[in-house]
C-alpha cells in the first residue's frame, strides 16, 4: 500500500492505525516513510507491506520502498496527488485499486502561476479511472470538515469500506475508537465507510445557491450606492456589489462612486452579449486593480483583528494561549517611492544621496506584529491610505488604469472590446511580477491603438504569450508575428 497525503492531515496517524490493524489481525505490517516538502510542494509518502504471520516459518523480509508495478492499493489524501501516482507508474491497471478524495488543495507553483496555472481535476479522475484496477473517490475534505476531524480518519474508513484489506471493520472500528477526538473519528470513519462500500465514485454535490438579488439600503451609505447600482444590468450586480465592497474597505465612498461612474460608461457601449459580459468583466478587473497592494493596503490587512483569530484558527491556538506571529516584509525602493508625492517619490527613484541613505531600511526582514510597537507602526501606516490619491503610486495605477478602460471603450467591435477588457486579469503579483505583468499589458495596448492588432483573437493570443511566465521571449516573438 502507498499512500501519499499532505502535512497536518495525519498521514502518520493513518499508518499506525493500519499498523494497529494489521497486528490485531495477525498480520505482519511494516512502513517506511519520505518526508514531503513545505509549502505545498509535495505529500509525505507512506509505503507499507501486509503479510499475514502464518506465511512461513521464518519472519518475512519485506521491501523498504515501492515499486512501479507492484502496488496493490494506492490511497491519496488529494486529487493530484493521484496523477501524481499514475505519472510515477505506481498506479496498475492489472492490479492497483486506487482511492482518493476528490477535492483539491493547491500548490505552490499553481498559486504563483502567471495564468491560470492550475491542474485539471477532472482530467485526473478520467485518467485514474481508466488506469486503475479499481477507482474509489469522494470529497472527503468536506466530509471530515462536517465531523469536525481530520482526513485520516475519513481515508481509514474509506480503506475499510472499500474492502482492499482482509481485515474485519470490528479491527478498525476498535482501532479507531480509542485516543483524541475518538468521537469524531469514528463518526467520519463510519460516513466515509459506507460512501466507499458503495462505490463511492461521485463528486460532493454543494448545497444549491440562490440567485444573487441587490440587497435593500440600510443605511445613509448603502441609499446613496445601491441605487446606482440598480441602474446598471441585473446580470452585473453581484460583481459590481462585491467590489463596492472591496473598495470601501481599501478607500472611501468616492474610491467607490469613481468606480461606479467608470463602470456605467462601459455599459452603456454594452450590447447584452452573453449576459453583459464586457460590463461584468470590466467591472471584476476594474475592483481588483482599483484596490492595489501597496504599503498602507498590506499594513491594514495585517493590522485587523480578523487576522489575528485567522491566524489562531490555523495553528490552533486557544483564546487565552500566548501566540507569537512573525510577518515576512520585503520592502523596495519602489514601493516606499509609490508611498510619497509624486515629486518626492521620483527624486528618490532617481540616482542619488537619496536613495543610497535608504538602502539599510530595504530588503527582507521579519517583524514581529504581536509586539506593540510594531503594530503601532502598522496601524500608522494603514492610515496613509487617506493621503493615497497624491501619491506617486496612485498616479502610477491611475495612468494604466485609465488608458485600459479607454482602449475597452474605443474598440470597434464588441469581440475586440471583450478581449482588450479580459486584459485586465493580466494585473497581479507585486513587485517584480506586478511590473513584468503591467508592463506587458501595456505594450498590448500599444499594439491596439497603433493599428498592428486589429482583431480579438489577436489580442488574446498576445495576453496568452504574456502571461506565459518570466521568460520574455514567447511575448517578443507573439509582437513580432502581430507586426
Known amino acids: 500500500m502507498l499512500v501519499a497525503a499532505l502535512g497536518g492531515e495525519g498521514g502518520g496517524v493513518l499508518t499506525n492505525w493500519l499498523i494497529e490493524v494489521a497486528q490485531q489481525a495477525g498480520w505482519h505490517c511494516q512502513s517506511t516513510s519520505l518526508a514531503g516538502v513545505a509549502q505545498r510542494t509535495g505529500a509525505t509518502i507512506y509505503y507499507l507491506e501486509f503479510l499475514p504471520q502464518d506465511a512461513g516459518p521464518k519472519p ?140 463511492g465514485v461521485a463528486h460532493f454535490e454543494p448545497e444549491v445557491i440562490p440567485p444573487f438579488v441587490l440587497p435593500e439600503a440600510t443605511t445613509a451609505l448603502g441609499g446613496r450606492l445601491l441605487p446606482k447600482v440598480a441602474g446598471l444590468p441585473a446580470a452585473v450586480h453581484e460583481v459590481v456589489y462585491l467590489g463596492i465592497q472591496r473598495l470601501l474597505d481599501y478607500q472611501d465612498e468616492a474610491y467607490a462612486d469613481d468606480f461606479l461612474s467608470r463602470l456605467a460608461a462601459v455599459a452603456e457601449r454594452d450590447g447584452g452579449d452573453d449576459d453583459y459580459a464586457l460590463t ?120 494604466m488604469i485609465e488608458r485600459w478602460l479607454g482602449s475597452v471603450q474605443a474598440a470597434q467591435s464588441a469581440g475586440l472590446a471583450q478581449a482588450i477588457a479580459d486584459c485586465g486579469q493580466m494585473v497581479k503579483g507585486y513587485g517584480a511580477t506586478r511590473h513584468r505583468t503591467t508592463s506587458r499589458l501595456m505594450q498590448i495596448l500599444d499594439e491596439v491603438e497603433q493599428g498592428r492588432v486589429r482583431d480579438a483573437s489577436a489580442v488574446r493570443g498576445l495576453q496568452s504569450a504574456a502571461m506565459a511566465g518570466d521568460d520574455p521571449e514567447p511575448f517578443e516573438q507573439a509582437l513580432m508575428q502581430g507586426q
Open 280 to 399: 461584468r468583466e470590466t467591472a471584476r478587473w476594474l475592483a481588483l486593480w482599483m484596490a492595489y497592494e501597496d504599503i498602507p493596503r498590506v499594513a491594514q490587512l495585517k493590522c485587523r483583528p480578523s487576522r489575528e483569530a485567522e491566524v489562531r484558527a490555523e495553528v490552533g491556538a486557544a483564546p487565552e494561549q500566548a501566540m507569537q506571529v512573525s510577518e515576512y516584509f520585503h520592502p523596495r525602493i519602489e514601493e516606499v517611492a509609490a508611498l510619497l508625492p509624486s515629486g518626492l517619490g521620483r527624486r528618490l527613484l532617481s540616482p542619488g544621496i537619496t536613495r543610497r541613505l535608504m538602502e539599510p531600511f530595504l530588503g527582507p526582514r521579519k517583524l514581529r506584529t504581536d509586539k506593540f510597537w510594531t503594530l503601532w507602526t502598522m496601524r500608522r501606516l494603514a492610515s496613509l491610505r487617506h493621503r493615497r490619491r497624491k501619491t506617486l503610486g496612485y498616479e502610477q495605477e491611475w495612468t
Open 60 to 199: 518475512p523480509v519485506m521491501s523498504l520502498f515501492p515499486a512501479q508495478g507492484d502496488i496493490d492499493i494506492a490511497v491519496t489524501s488529494e486529487i493530484a496527488e493521484a496523477g501524481r501516482m499514475l505519472s510515477r507508474g505506481f498506479v496498475s491497471p492489472d492490479r492497483t485499486a486506487l482511492i482518493s478524495s476528490d477535492h483539491r488543495v493547491y500548490g505552490i507553483t499553481e498559486k504563483s502561476a502567471t495564468g491560470d496555472g492550475t491542474v485539471d481535476a477532472d482530467f485526473i479522475i478520467e485518467l485514474s479511472a481508466r488506469y486503475a484496477k479499481r477507482f474509489i473517490h469522494f470529497d472527503l475534505l468536506e466530509l471530515v470538515q462536517r465531523h469536525g476531524t481530520v482526513i485520516s480518519a475519513g481515508l481509514l474508513g474509506a480503506i475499510a469500506g472499500a474492502g482492499v484489506l482482509p481485515f474485519a471493520k470490528s479491527i478498525f472500528t476498535d482501532v479507531i475508537s480509542s485516543g483524541k477526538g475518538a468521537a469524531a473519528n469514528g463518526a467520519a470513519f463510519e460516513e466515509s465507510f459506507q460512501r466507499a462500500a458503495s462505490g
